[in-house]
């Protein structure tokens, strides 16, 4: 449920962004990273209760490497996420199927100027800003060291996910997120959406390991 509102939400921001005559002339790309931040904050607030507050395969992947979940659990949440955000691109293609395709739909690719290879790094890096904070804001260490931090333990990784869309919207749209790019490609099923397709699981995945090493490794030296 939590990734199905996610790309409900996000997918018609950049859709508006899209559609408007000129970038002033809607929320712009900052208004597109406030969605994906903002509603990151919110369904984390929701829903770590329940089961973590997850969304994202990347998130799940790192923190099952740094084994704070089982295999299971991991394979379970990544499919149930993928399923949601096809879910929510379906409905708002389901909405408005015509301006759907004409607008791209919130499909992931490299934007023109930009290689392969900087986009993997876009994506690396974005996803390790974004586990690391994951890591950080969730530390049982710090929970109990400091028990402010569980209650504002979703505003950092929000502004995070906001901060790189920032950066990284105009290489390649921001994914940090396969399932994200997943369902938005399944949905608006055009070639070229699937052409980087690999650039959107490859750099998630690293940047997560790396960050789950850095955090386990380095910073609590197991």
Known sequence: VATFLFLYITVLTVMGVNRAPSKCASVGIQGIAWAFGGMIFALVYCTAGISGGHINPAV???????RKLSLTRAVFYIIMQTLGAI????????????????LGGGANVV????????????????????VYTVFSATDA????????????????????VFLVHLATIPITGTGINPARSLGAAIIYDKAHAWDDQ??????????????????MVVIRAI
């Open 60 to 66: 799940t992947f790192g923190l099952f490497l740094a």
């Open 111 to 130: 934007s023109h100027g930009y290689t392969k290879g900087d986009g993997l790094g876009a994506e690396i890096v974005g996803t390790f800003v974004l």
């Open 141 to 160: 260490k710090r929970k109990a060291r400091d028990s402010h931090v569980p209650v504002l333990a979703p505003l950092p990784i929000g502004f995070a």
């Open 87 to 102: 879910a929510g691109a379906g409905v708002v293609k389901g909405f408005q199927k015509t301006q759907y395709e004409l």
């Open 198 to 215: 690999w650039i959107f699981w490859v750099g998630p995945f690293i940047g997560a390991a790396l960050a789950a090493f850095y955090h």
